[in-house]
C-alpha cells in the first residue's frame, strides 16, 4: 500500500514568497535580530522570506543578476513582494572607491531597468518595494574606513543624493518606497545609534526597518492561509483528512 505522503506528494503546498534583493544590509539581514529575520518570524507558515543580498554589490551589478535569481518558470508565480535595497555602495565617492561607485544617474536607470524586468516576469510594481540607502554617520564610518588604511570613501549628503533618487523612481514607476534616508534622521536625537559601524545597521537599525517594512509586507500577507491546519485542529482519529485533504 502506498504511503500517505506519496499520496501528498502530488498536491505539495508551495507557500507564497517574499524576496529581499539587495546588498551587505540585505545579505546580513538573516543574522540574529535582522530585519529578514524579524519578518520572517512574522510570516512563518504563511509567506518563505528568502535573502537575496549581496555584499558590495551596486546596482549595476544587481541589474546584471537579476534575471539569475528572479524568472517566470522559477520564482516569480507565488512572489507576493520584493524589496530591492541598493545605493549604500552607487554612493560611494568615485575617486576614492571607483569599483562600487555608480554615477546618480545611472543608479536611477538601473532600479528603473529592475522594475521593468521584474514586470516582464509578471511581478507588478505594486509588488515592488524600494528601499533608499540609510544615512552615512561619517565619523563611525571614517573610523572603519582607518581601520582598513583607507581614507573616508562615502559622505552622508551624496548618499542623500541617491536617496532621493530612490524616491523619485518609486514615484514615477509606482512602487511603494521606504524612505530610510530621511526616516532615520527625523529623530533629533540622531540616528547612531540605528548604524553599527556608521554604515551598516545596528540592533535597533533593524528593528526601525522591520517595523517600517511590516505595514506594507502585511498589505500583502494579510489575507494568506497558514500553511496546514493548527495542531489541535488536526482530526487525531482521522488526521488524513485534515492533512492530505486540505490545501491549507
Not at 508551495?14 to 512574522?42: A, V, Y
Not at 517595523?211 to 492561509?225: A, D, I
Not at 496546514?228 to 488526521?239: S, T
Amino acid at each position: 500500500m502506498a504511503l500517505p505522503e506519496a499520496r501528498a506528494c502530488s498536491r505539495l503546498l508551495l507557500q507564497p514568497r517574499i524576496i529581499l534583493f539587495g546588498d551587505s544590509i540585505t545579505e546580513f539581514s538573516f543574522q540574529e535580530k535582522g530585519w529578514g529575520t524579524l519578518l520572517t518570524h512574522r510570516l512563518v507558515r504563511k509567506c518563505d522570506v528568502l535573502n537575496r543580498g549581496l555584499s558590495g554589490y551596486n546596482s549595476r551589478w544587481a541589474k546584471m543578476v537579476l534575471p539569475r535569481l528572479i524568472n517566470k518558470e522559477y520564482n516569480s508565480k507565488n512572489t507576493v513582494a520584493v524589496t530591492i535595497f541598493f545605493g549604500a555602495n552607487d554612493a560611494a565617492l568615485k575617486d576614492l572607491n571607483p569599483k562600487q561607485h555608480v554615477p546618480l544617474e545611472e543608479y536611477a536607470d538601473n532600479l528603473k531597468s529592475m522594475i521593468q524586468y521584474l514586470k516582464s516576469v509578471d511581478i507588478a510594481e505594486d509588488k515592488v518595494i524600494l528601499v533608499t540607502p540609510s544615512p552615512l554617520h561619517e565619523d563611525t564610518w571614517e573610523k572603519e574606513c582607518i581601520s582598513k588604511g583607507e581614507k573616508l570613501n562615502r559622505l552622508n549628503s551624496i548618499t542623500g543624493e541617491y536617496a532621493k533618487a530612490c524616491v523619485q523612481v518609486a514615484r514615477d514607476c509606482g512602487t511603494d518606497v521606504i524612505d530610510l534616508w530621511t526616516l532615520m534622521q527625523k529623530n533629533s536625537q540622531g540616528f547612531c545609534c540605528y548604524l553599527s559601524d556608521g554604515l551598516h545597521l545596528s540592533e535597533e537599525g533593524n528593528n526601525f526597518l522591520a517595523n517600517q517594512l511590516w505595514p506594507l509586507l502585511e498589505q500583502r500577507t494579510s489575507t494568506l492561509p497558514v500553511l496546514l491546519p493548527y495542531w489541535r485542529d488536526v482530526d487525531h482519529l482521522h488526521p488524513e483528512v485534515s492533512l492530505l485533504e486540505q490545501s491549507s
